[in-house]
């Protein structure tokens, strides 16, 4: 064999050899999440067949990492009182509402019952009965707290006027209460004169009971009590009278005057 051919040989078997020698792990990896580039030998081999036979190399799944779950929040002992007690006051200001709510439909229902042919009817009047000794300067009458008539007058028209009327309408079932102030001047002439400088002031209350489905008809009599023989600023007086009838009838008009 000619030396320089197989000098030529030798290099070509000994270039292969050290080609054959490269390990496939110096080769760079590729990227995450990605397919592989490169192949070894057998893969480059194998592919071609894969072609032939009409199949679909396989697709590269890529794994996902499911989140991790959110740990449970942990409550101190001071945090957990403090919404506890405020939770327990919106619990207490429910019921007080819920309360409130239940008594005004309690309330709606009564007004709702009460109309119609429910209730009571009263009729207030006042009658003066003094005589021309006493002169009626001033007349105030409450019922139930609240001022139904309130007149002052020092020329005479008041005490000419000798049924007044105080109250007619409707009123709650049940006791009421009616209070009564007037003033009175002395009216004397002749012998009498001395009567001119006396003032008189009666205060008086009195209590009655509305009965439910009737009309009370009260009357204020304003009088002069003894005789002759009484002392004058013992004389000024009032009295009541009650008259109860049934059904609720308009009352203002006054009945025929009594002693």
């Known amino acids: 064999m000619n030396p320089g051919r197989l000098v030529g040989t030798l290099l070509i078997v000994t270039g292969l050899?050290?080609?054959a020698a490269v390990p496939v792990a110096a080769q760079p990896a590729p990227p995450p999440g990605?397919?592989?580039?490169?192949?070894?030998?057998?893969?480059?081999?194998?592919?071609?067949?894969?072609?032939?036979?009409?199949?679909?190399?396989?697709?590269?799944?890529?794994?996902?990492?499911?989140?991790?779950?959110?740990?449970?929040t942990t409550i101190d002992g001071?945090?957990?009182?403090v919404r506890l007690r405020d939770l327990q006051?919106?619990?207490?200001?429910?019921?007080?509402?819920?309360?409130?709510?239940?008594?005004?439909?309690?309330?709606?229902?009564?007004s709702v019952m009460n109309t119609g042919t429910s209730g009571s009817r009263a009729s207030i009047r006042f009658d003066n009965k003094f005589s021309n000794l006493?002169?009626?300067?001033?007349?105030?009458?409450?019922?139930?707290?609240?001022v139904q008539y309130n007149k002052?007058?020092?020329?005479?028209?008041?005490?000419?006027?000798?049924?007044?009327?105080?109250?007619?309408?409707?009123?709650?079932?049940g006791d009421h209460t009616i209070q009564v102030l007037i003033n009175l001047q002395g009216n004397g002439f002749g012998v009498f004169s001395y009567m001119r400088g006396y003032h008189f002031e009666v205060r008086s209350s009195h209590?009655?009971?509305?009965?439910?489905?009737k009309t009370i008809k009260l009357r204020i009599i304003a009088y002069e009590k003894g005789g002759v023989d009484t002392a004058i600023e013992e004389r000024p007086a009032v009295r009541y009278m009650e008259k109860v009838v049934s059904g609720l009838v308009d009352a203002s008009q006054p009945e025929a005057t009594e002693n």
């Open 78 to 81: 001071p945090t957990y009182a």
């Open 207 to 213: 209590s009655f009971t509305a009965v439910e489905g």
């Open 134 to 146: 006493f002169q009626l300067t001033r007349a105030t009458i409450v019922l139930d707290g609240t």
């Open 17 to 19: 050899c050290a080609l």
């Open 34 to 72: 990605s397919a592989s580039a490169t192949a070894s030998p057998a893969s480059s081999s194998s592919a071609p067949a894969a072609s032939a036979s009409g199949s679909a190399p396989a697709t590269p799944t890529a794994t996902v990492a499911a989140p991790a779950a959110p740990s449970a």
């Open 89 to 110: 006051q919106r619990i207490d200001e429910l019921k007080e509402q819920i309360r409130r709510s239940h008594t005004r439909l309690s309330l709606l229902s009564d």
């Open 152 to 173: 002052s007058d020092r020329s005479g028209g008041l005490a000419e006027q000798t049924v007044i009327p105080v109250f007619n309408g409707s009123i709650p079932p």
